[in-house]
Nanobody
């Protein structure tokens, strides 16, 4: 099970940190990813991370603004989002899968475990 938290309403240029807490499985072995879906749009991969020493994947639209990290001891993955823009508005989901970060964030593989999502709204 994955549970997201940390969403909310923020002004353009602001920051939010999303958290994804895992339970019921050994998170250490899994790639964990953040995805988002805006109204009328397909779900897209935002950022994915394998183990803490590997290079994460970031979508071009969030590079240099978002940072993903994981704390396996706390069974939690974080997404630090800075300089938020209105186009970042979406429901953000975390997911877990045994896959490479490229395959996972590119939705090239089936993803078996999803959280319920948390709303992020960027608006003045």
């Amino acid at each position: 099970q994955l549970v997201e938290s940390g969403g909310g309403l923020v002004q353009p240029g602001g920051s939010l940190t999303l958290s994804c807490e895992a339970s019921g499985f050994t998170m250490d072995y899994y790639a964990i990813g953040w995805f988002r879906q805006a109204p009328g749009k397909e779900r897209e991969g935002v950022s994915c991370i394998a183990n803490s020493r590997s290079t994460p994947y970031y979508a071009d639209s969030v590079k240099d603004r978002f940072t993903i990290s994981r704390d396996n001891a706390k069974k939690t993955v974080y997404l630090q989002m800075n300089n938020l823009k209105p186009e970042d508005t979406a429901v953000y989901y975390c997911a877990a899968e045994l896959a490479t970060v490229q395959a996972m964030c590119g939705l090239e593989v089936g993803i078996g475990t999803w959280g319920q999502g948390t709303q992020v709204t960027v608006s003045s």
